[in-house]
């Protein structure tokens, strides 16, 4: 199974601050995606990469392959990017045969104005 | 299109009552999960649906917990007798392939309370 990992747990920032969440994974992957679940509970996913670096608006998910991590960026933070941010990346289950996603415990960011 | 659509929103029940939760997936998608989120446990796989057959059902937690999948555009995740520890959230999401290489969608989830 596939060992994930992110940090920080917590994390608080004022407006405007650069924010990077960080997520590690023991095994070799084909694709890691990012998620965001907001206040309300509901889950986006908000990037699926296998390598280099996606954009979509102010944030920016970059993956290193070699070193089994990827980091999640948010440019000029804002209050409603408080959400919980998870990263989840497939285990292969030898049982099944089948990959399955394994997520990270997430983390949660809060912007304060 | 109106995503994944489960219900109910929320349920509560007492301890060993039936409990079935119901989803729909997006319509023209192949593979359906049922997740389920703790405090203690985070996101967790229960079972995933291939073209509306069971392909891994490893995260279903005991023989209380089974789902269904009778057509392409719906299951349901049933518990019974249900108890105080299944109280969680519980999504639903769909998607296009396998899953572990494709965007997920989620649905709003069902709040599962057990007294």
């Known amino acids: 199974k596939n060992e994930v990992e992110q940090s920080p747990q917590n994390l608080t920032a004022q407006e405007g601050e650069f924010i990077t969440i960080n997520c590690s994974y023991s095994v070799g992957i084909s694709a890691l995606h990012w998620l965001q679940q907001h206040p309300g509970g509901g889950i986006v996913s908000l990037f699926m990469?296998?390598?280099g670096k996606k954009k979509h608006g102010r944030l920016i998910a970059t993956i290193n392959i070699q070193e089994k991590h990827s980091s999640l960026h948010i440019t000029a933070s804002h209050p409603r990017d408080s959400a919980v941010y998870i990263c989840a990346v497939p285990s292969r289950d030898l049982g099944f045969g089948n990959e399955k996603l394994t997520f990270g415990t997430g983390t949660r960011l809060t912007i304060i104005p | 299109d109106a995503g994944v659509i489960q219900s109910p929103r929320h349920e509560v029940t007492e301890m060993g009552q039936e409990v079935t939760l119901r989803c729909k997936p997006i319509s023209g998608h192949n593979s359906l999960f049922w997740y389920r989120q703790t405090m203690m446990r985070g996101l967790e796989l229960l079972i995933y649906f291939n073209n509306n057959v069971p392909i891994d059902d490893s995260g279903m937690p005991e023989d209380r917990f089974s789902a269904k999948m009778p057509n392409a555009s719906f299951s349901t995740l049933k518990i019974q007798p249900s108890e105080p520890r299944d109280s969680a959230v519980y999504f639903c999401?769909?998607?296009?392939?396998?899953?572990?290489?494709?965007?997920?969608?989620f649905g709003p989830g069902t709040r599962l309370t057990v007294l």
């Open positions: 990469l296998s390598s």
């Open positions: 999401a769909s998607t296009t392939g396998t899953g572990s290489t494709d965007t997920q969608y």
